[in-house]
């Protein structure tokens, strides 16, 4: 019985209008959806590229320990195609610094909360979403409706079938529907990504597919119960499609707006360039600090005047120099030596003002997130971007994993010491650099050549100790250095994140499958 | 057989449409109810059909109250109804392969629907056309074939011959007498005085929810039934 209800309802679904027309919509909006999507992927991924190439010759090419300096570069998620989640918001670029924890990808200042998903980006995932429920309840709205309207349903029950199974079948008729238009926009995505040959997807990301599309299955399934929850308590079909349509715009617009809007309201973040300020105060003191030290090794040392040959140098621990005094590299080894374990323990110092902040804005998203969780279509949405490795909880742990891959960094270089050794500044044998008395000739040879012109110099040149004349040393083997390495599907809290959602999908369906079944057990014919 | 006992419906609006009905419609029997708009006609007939619960009295089919075990009852009715309006997207004949299969009737074929169509009169051309482009006497027809298939001992017509040009009433009713013949208890709701005299074993007017009067053949054909029927309704007018 359940299956001639649903085979005549889906026989007669796909006759219909309204099924030419989902067909027709999605044919024109998957693919073009799809495209732009698959372009912007392509730009992301050039950009990624460009960027890691430059920085991986930078990263090789570091002659001296302070200037091995790892760039983690985000690679772009393919997967993000389906669904753009935050990553819109998102920089691509972190340069480790032993001063200073990376806080999110840089590219984004302060201005706003980068894991809010404030604009309504039209992505995959979105269209669904939206095109997806609205079919859902227009197969739905006159279920009940329609038949009574036509005098079918009293036809019908006055054979041997219980309301019930009446209800089902029609549920199953509409489903039947629906699913192959589902599976028709899922074919077309999985056919973009086949055909792109910048995106391979592995193992881990076909699953997620996978659940990707069961979740929208789900999601189709609450809104057709949620167009037959509305059917059973209307006699008329106009007044349940107006119904329907305002749940529609209410669930799909304002809610996912009034969340952010009150996620924004309700739970203040601290203002970027505040935190920034905070950041100065707590570093104040290691500009003295700094100071007094710097004076210090150059009393102990009885140096009045530091002069190198070449050099280069910045204030977080960078330093490379070649040629000059034998005491300008005992300064440096003494400073570095102190230097480095000291930006090192403010970065931690920093790191509480910091993570103040970043705790601020995790508390406005959740908030936001929760909040959302009020309409189907923002779970759906939050599935989606979290299986497609776009969610804010992504970039979050991407973060944290950048942050324990400094910290490995960071105790390669202290448990090696390399920032006491002179090759942290200079590649020279400490034997070539010069006394005092020794560095005054050689200034004064130099001004001598100068004035006899370019070949009496270039002859200087060539008199100078080996190794003066930057340049003349390959770079440094970085071979043993720890590398970046990031996986996403590693994450577990993303399990635990979907399986809350797919359950609270479910736990939705089921209530409203219940009350729909109730209701129409009592439907006036 | 139907069977009404002290049948009583009183809607949630407090409407009493239907009060203490007591009916015996026999096997063989066709019983035309006559009553103006809102008397308690499709009321009775949906009491009959569980469609709405009674608010006492009981309503018994082949022996079976309708309460008790609605849907073991269903096995011995069949239906059309007022306004047969079916499925506009299915052909007449995928209409009564629908309910045909419904009503438990699965192995039919192609020619089985189209004897019963050709039974109930409706034209050769219109058997694989869309039921959206049917007429509404031509869609009455599909309603009744649909009831005749299913074979039950016992039918229910909801004015069915509103929207029949002469012909095709005439049609439904010799096809009614035949199924009489064959042994079925029928329960017609019309305002068709004529056919009721021309078919009816026994006729009821309703009034108010009441039966105020019933009659056997013999009986309505001595007197003139359309006289009887205008007095009956006269009586409201006169005592207000
Ligand atoms: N669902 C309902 N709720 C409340 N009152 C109802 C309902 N259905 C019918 N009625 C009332 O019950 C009375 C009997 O209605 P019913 O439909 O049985 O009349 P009828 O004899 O079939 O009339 P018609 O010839 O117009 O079809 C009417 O007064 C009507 O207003
Ligand atoms: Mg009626």
């Known amino acids: 019985m359940i299956g001639l209800i649903a085979r005549k309802d889906f026989l007669l679904n796909l006759t219909s209008a309204r099924f030419v027309i989902g067909l027709a919509v999605c044919l024109l909006v998957i693919p073009f959806t799809l495209v732009t999507s698959v372009d912007r992927y392509k730009q992301q991924i050039n950009v990624y590229k460009t960027a890691s190439e430059k920085v991986e010759t930078e990263y090789k090419a570091a002659k001296v320990y302070s200037n091995v300096r790892p760039s983690v570069i985000h690679r772009p998620e393919a997967l993000a195609v389906f669904s753009e989640g935050v990553s819109r918001n998102m920089g691509n670029t972190v340069q480790l610094q032993y001063g200073e924890y990376p806080l999110l990808l840089s590219g984004v200042a302060g201005f706003s909360n980068p894991l809010l998903n404030a604009f309504f980006s039209l992505d995959f995932a979105t269209v669904i979403a939206i095109v997806l429920s609205l079919f859902a309840l227009v197969f739905s709205y006159d279920a009940f409706t329609r038949e009574r309207e036509n005098n079918t349903l009293k036809m019908i029950l006055v054979n041997r079938i219980n309301r019930s199974a009446f209800f089902i079948g029609k549920f199953l008729g509409i489903l039947l529907t629906l699913v192959p238009m589902l599976l028709f926009c899922f074919v077309t995505g999985i056919l973009f990504l086949l055909l792109s040959p910048d995106i391979a997807l592995d193992g881990a990301m076909w699953t997620n597919v996978l659940l990707l599309f069961l979740s929208a299955v789900l999601y189709v399934v609450v809104f057709v119960l949620f167009g037959l929850f509305v059917s059973a308590m209307s006699k008329r079909s106009s007044t349940s499609i107006a119904v329907c349509l305002l749940c529609w715009i209410w669930l799909l617009f304002l809610v996912p707006n009034i969340a952010v809007w009150s996620a924004k309201s309700f739970v203040k973040t601290e203002q970027y360039d505040n935190m920034q300020l905070a950041l100065d105060d707590v570093e104040e003191p290691y500009w003295k600090e700094r100071e007094e030290k710097s004076r210090e090794i150059l009393k102990m040392l009885d140096i009045d005047g530091l002069s190198h040959w070449n050099y280069n140098g910045g204030s977080d621990g960078y330093l490379e120099f070649s040629g000059g005094l034998r005491k300008a590299l005992d300064y440096h080894l003494n400073f570095s030596t102190w230097e480095v374990p000291r930006l090192i323990d403010y970065a931690d110092k920093k790191w509480a003002v910091q993570k103040e902040y970043l705790d601020g804005l995790v508390k406005q998203e959740r908030f936001q997130q929760r909040l959302a969780l009020l309409s189907p279509s923002e779970i759906f949405g939050q599935l989606a971007s979290s299986l497609c490795y776009s969610d804010p909880g992504y970039y979050l742990v991407y973060m944290e994993r950048v942050r324990e891959y400094r910290q490995t960094f960071i105790d390669y270089v202290r448990e090696r010491k390399l920032y006491e050794s002179s090759t942290w500044g200079t590649r020279m044998d400490p034997e070539n650099f010069v006394s005092d008395e020794r560095y005054s000739e050689m200034i004064q040879d130099y001004e001598t050549a100068f004035q006899q012109g370019p070949e009496a110099i270039r002859q200087f040149r060539a008199s100078l100790p080996p190794g003066w004349n930057d340049g003349n040393y390959g770079p440094l083997d970085v071979v043993g250095f720890p590398v970046f390495d990031y996986k996403p599907h590693t994450r577990t809290d993303a399990y635990n994140f979907v399986l809350a959602r797919f359950a609270l999908l479910m736990g939705i369906a089921l209530v409203l499958l219940m009350l729909t079944m109730l209701r129409f057990r009592n439907y006036q014919l | ?240």
């Open chain 2, 1 to 240: 057989m139907l069977q009404a006992i002290e049948l009583t419906k009183r809607y949630e609006d407090g409407q009493l449409a239907l009060d203490a009905l007591n009916l015996e419609i026999k096997p063989g029997e066709i019983f035309f109810l006559l009553g103006a708009n809102g008397a308690g006609k499709t009321t009775t007939i949906n009491l009959f059909l569980n469609f709405i619960e009674p608010t006492s009295g009981q309503a018994i089919i082949d022996g079976i109250d309708v309460m008790k075990d609605p849907l073991e009852t269903k096995n011995y009715i069949s239906y059309v109804s007022e306004n047969v309006m079916l499925y506009g997207n299915f052909t007449a004949r995928q209409n009564l392969d629908f309910f045909a299969k419904l009503g438990g009737k699965s192995h039919l074929n192609k020619e089985d629907y189209y004897t019963i169509m050709r039974k109930v009169g409706l034209q050769e051309q219109a058997f694989e056309k869309k039921l959206k482009t049917f007429s509404k006497g031509m869609r009455q027809k599909v309603g009744l074939a649909i009831a005749i298939i299913k074979d039950a001992p016992n039918i229910l017509l909801d004015e069915p011959t509103s929207g029949l040009d002469p012909k095709s009433a005439a049609e439904l009713m010799q096809i009614l007498k035949n199924l009489r013949n064959a042994g079925k208890s029928i329960l017609m709701c019309t305002h068709d005085i004529l056919r009721a005299k021309s078919v009816a074993d026994r006729v009821g007017i309703m009034k108010e929810g009441r039966l105020v009067m019933l009659r056997d053949r013999e009986e309505f054909l001595q007197d003139d039934l359309e006289q009887l029927y205008l007095e009956y309704m006269q009586e409201t007018v006169m005592m207000p």
